[in-house]
């Protein structure tokens, strides 16, 4: 294990630049129970860098992981490569799960439920996260994220996701028509979200394959967007409310979809 005193040295430099998204090709991934996920998931992990604290949490997980390069960096270096204040004591640079339409394209057939969740321009990357975990709890296909959205593996929606963004297939960077003529193509109706649609959630039927698009909380979807759909749905709920967050209106819908499919 080697020691790191400084927070100038090369490969704390090259964590930071990974942690602020300035490296594509890798993924930061903070705290004790995240970095056991993704060994568990046979994500590659490059380095591991543990501070006095991370060696009392994860001393067996340190010593079971099979990565050549472990750092024992001091409590200041390492504090000015977290990114979160109370952190875990360790941090793992790893490879950018593989995501794209193929694992979308062998995932769909064999899912528990065949649902996709196209994400439309979600800027918060907790948000995003949590519909990621939310996503593979309900047993959906996977998830496509447009063009213009937060990074679906950014240091915060990787700790939001809590490993689901291991497994998950996601699709990134995506158009909308692109996401549509897929949706076409693999026979996928396609559904969306409005407070005044006529069809609840709950009256819709989850065991056809369906592909759900979900806009942001500030904006939700555009009016365009909403003509190249299918069918509008609304989630039930009291006047007073004027919207749900994104990841819960999500969940329930998914929750629906889960239960509707295991009754089948």
Same mark, same amino acid.
């Given at each position: 294990?080697?020691?790191?005193?400084?927070? &100038?040295? =090369?490969?704390?430099? $090259?964590?930071?630049?990974?942690?602020?998204?300035?490296?594509?090709?890798?993924?930061?991934?903070?705290?004790? !129970?995240?970095?056991?996920?993704?060994?568990?998931?046979?994500?590659?992990? &490059?380095?591991?860098?543990? %501070?006095?604290?991370?060696?009392?949490?994860?001393?067996?997980?340190?010593?079971?992981?099979?990565?050549?390069?472990?750092?024992?960096? @001091?409590?200041?270096?390492?504090?000015?490569?977290? &990114?979160?204040?109370? %952190?875990?004591?360790?941090?793992?640079?790893?490879? !950018? #799960?593989?995501?794209?339409?193929?694992?979308?394209?062998?995932?769909?057939?064999?899912? @528990?439920?065949?649902?996709?969740?196209?994400?439309?321009?979600?800027?918060? #990357?907790?948000?995003?996260?949590?519909?990621?975990?939310?996503?593979?709890?309900?047993?959906?296909?996977?998830?496509?994220?447009?063009?213009?959205? =937060?990074?679906?593996? %950014? %240091?915060?929606?990787?700790? =939001? *996701?809590?490993?689901?963004?291991? !497994?998950?297939?996601?699709?990134?960077?995506?158009?909308?028509?692109?996401?549509?003529?897929?949706?076409?193509?693999?026979?996928?109706?396609?559904?969306? @979200?409005?407070?005044? *649609?006529? @069809?609840?959630?709950?009256?819709? $039927?989850?065991?056809?394959?369906?592909?759900?698009?979900?806009?942001?909380?500030?904006?939700?979807?555009?009016?365009?967007?909403?003509?190249?759909?299918?069918?509008?749905?609304?989630? #039930?709920?009291?006047?007073?409310?004027?919207?749900?967050?994104?990841?819960?209106?999500?969940?329930?819908?998914?929750?629906?979809?889960?239960?509707?499919?295991?009754?089948?």
């Amino acid at each position: 294990m080697v020691q790191i005193a400084s927070r &100038d040295n =090369a490969r704390v430099k $090259d964590a930071k630049r990974v942690r602020d998204g300035k490296d594509r090709d890798m993924i930061f991934i903070e705290g004790v !129970r995240i970095v056991e996920e993704a060994i568990r998931s046979q994500i590659p992990i &490059d380095c591991l860098f543990v %501070s006095n604290d991370g060696l009392a949490r994860g001393r067996e997980l340190i010593d079971s992981a099979a990565v050549s390069e472990i750092y024992h960096v @001091t409590d200041p270096v390492f504090r000015s490569m977290a &990114d979160t204040v109370s %952190s875990q004591g360790m941090i793992a640079i790893a490879r !950018r #799960p593989c995501a794209g339409r193929e694992q979308l394209d062998k995932r769909l057939p064999a899912a @528990t439920v065949p649902l996709v969740v196209f994400l439309h321009e979600t800027n918060n #990357p907790s948000n995003l996260g949590a519909v990621i975990r939310a996503a593979e709890a309900a047993g959906a296909a996977g998830l496509i994220v447009s063009t213009g959205s =937060a990074d679906a593996f %950014s %240091s915060k929606a990787v700790r =939001a *996701a809590m490993g689901s963004s291991f !497994r998950l297939p996601i699709w990134t960077e995506v158009e909308l028509g692109d996401a549509i003529q897929w949706a076409a193509a693999n026979d996928l109706q396609t559904v969306a @979200t409005e407070t005044g *649609a006529k @069809t609840a959630y709950t009256d819709v $039927d989850w065991t056809r394959p369906r592909m759900i698009l979900l806009g942001s909380e500030a904006h939700g979807l555009p009016a365009a967007v909403i003509q190249m759909v299918d069918e509008m749905i609304r989630i #039930p709920m009291e006047e007073s409310v004027e919207s749900l967050n994104l990841a819960v209106a999500c969940g329930i819908i998914l929750f629906e979809a889960r239960r509707q499919n295991s009754a089948r």
